[in-house]
């Protein structure tokens, strides 16, 4: 076992190894140093994805650095990488765990090169780092202000679990260790990876091919409301895709037992086939509400458990956030659940999953009034 170096700085060859819940690792130097940029898609193949999906795969919603230390303040070296060139950096909120345990907001501060957590508890103790949820963000070191030493974490012994789906998984309106996959993971003990795409959940076989060859105990996949948003998927082909995907997952994973999420409540679009809030529409032979949408799925997963796969499991959406929810003002922009509402679909899928009580680990936090949110941008390569 080789020898551990006890420094009070982390360059980018520390920083790459600490990271969890990427798919893979771009690094790279420029005039103000090295980094390196997790990414959510294999860099390699960035070229062959929707640019949609590329920006969305950029943003390290669900990705952390873990490590242990005695040091109560800890300063992150960290750069946005935004879309439009020159446009001023937004808030981008990071989330910290320490123990475990969601850290008090007061102690994570904005800085112009990165973020500090300060007044952390005396001891040694285990650090997760939640990066945020958009834009793109390049590491750059990570130093303890005191000057105590920065050491890896423990090896993480937590079932992994993948998690699939649209920006209602990605993450909407709150921070990064509050979505609902994130919540879900603390109660259930999961070590997650999000793979939810905002507005580009459209089923990709690549993406597909990327869900298999994640080593995982879990799988859960968000499905229906970007379909039907963009109508990308009709009656003839929703199902013929929907069963690929599956397929190209099973190839790899044949018994990992695999959860199908239809769509959260969607107010009008239950009994619409267009997205809400178009000018103008044309309707189409084949065109989908989201309640058959819904519908399909289920059947879909009753037809493959009819044929063996007792593995494949089904939730209907509106169990983690139905109309009873959204009429008490939890669905603001008639698409996506508020930041209370994330954390009641993170605390109900894991009564779901494992009939543990509602709230038990999730941190209890008060929902966050959030500004914004703003879109994203590119880069490439290194597999971690």
Not at 34 to 51: F, G, I, S, V
Not at 350 to 363: H, I, T
């Amino acid at each position: 076992m080789g020898v551990v170096r006890t420094v009070s700085r982390w360059g980018v060859a520390e920083l790459t190894d600490a990271l969890a819940g990427a798919v893979d690792v771009e690094l790279g130097s420029d005039g103000v140093g090295d980094w390196c940029q997790p990414w959510r898609l294999p860099t390699a193949d960035l070229e062959l994805h929707h640019p949609a999906l590329t920006l969305s795969a950029m943003c390290p919603s669900g990705v952390r650095l873990r490590l242990r230390t005695a040091s109560r303040q800890v300063r992150l070296e960290a750069d946005q990488v935004l879309l439009v060139a020159g446009l001023p950096a937004f808030e981008a909120p990071y989330d910290l765990l320490v123990d475990g345990v969601p850290a008090q907001r007061g102690s994570v501060r904005p800085v112009p090169d990165g973020v500090e957590f300060l007044g952390l508890p005396a001891g040694d103790k285990a650090l997760e780092i939640w990066l945020p949820i958009l834009p793109g963000i390049r590491i750059r070191g990570l130093r303890a202000l005191d000057g105590l030493p920065l050491l890896p974490a423990p090896a993480d012994r937590r079932p992994r679990w993948t998690v699939y789906g649209s920006s209602i998984t990605h993450g909407w309106d709150t921070s990064p260790a509050r979505t609902w996959p994130a919540v879900a993971a603390r109660i259930l003990g999961r070590s997650v990876t999000n793979l939810g795409y905002s507005g580009a959940c459209l089923l990709d076989p690549l993406v597909a091919r990327v869900i298999a060859e994640q080593p995982t105990e879990h799988i859960a996949l968000e499905i229906g409301i970007n379909i039907h948003n963009t109508a990308a998927l009709r009656s003839r082909t929703l199902l013929p895709v929907l069963h690929g995907f599956l397929a190209t997952i099973r190839s790899r994973r044949a018994h990992v037992p695999i959860t199908v999420i239809g769509p959260v409540f969607g107010g009008a679009r239950e009994e619409s086939v267009v997205a809400c809030g178009q000018e103008e529409v044309w309707e189409v032979s084949g065109d989908l509400t989201l309640g058959e949408i819904r519908g399909l799925l289920r059947e879909a997963v009753r037809l493959l458990r009819k044929r063996g796969d007792t593995a494949l499991t089904w939730i209907d959406g509106r169990q983690l956030f139905g109309a009873a929810d959204a009429a008490a003002g939890g669905l603001p922009d008639g698409l996506h659940p508020d930041a209370a509402g994330q954390l009641r679909m993170g605390e109900r899928f894991a009564v779901l999953q494992s009939g543990f009580g509602a709230g038990a680990n999730s941190g209890q936090w008060a929902p966050r009034q959030s500004s914004e949110s703003v879109r994203n941008q590119s880069g490439s390569r290194k597999g971690h």
